[in-house]
């Protein structure tokens, strides 16, 4: 069953386009609350609705101002 399961992993892989893979931090890494920024993964409007505070972030979406 092992090799079924690493066949079958492979494969998954192989499918995920290239240009969607990123290298992930160290296992060392601790901190990896700018990871988002670093990678590009987020649109500049995306990491300012992660980087709101709660009770911004439900006035503006109360206000139409963000959607969800």
Do not use: C, M
């Amino acid at each position: 069953w092992s090799q079924l399961a690493a066949d079958k992993k492979q494969r998954q892989q192989k499918e995920i386009p290239q240009d969607w893979l990123i290298t992930a931090p160290h296992e060392t890494t601790l901190n990896v609350t700018g990871f988002p920024e670093t990678y590009g993964l987020l649109t500049p409007q995306e990491i300012e609705i992660t980087n709101t505070d709660v009770d911004v972030l439900l006035k503006k979406l109360a206000s139409a101002e963000w959607s969800s």
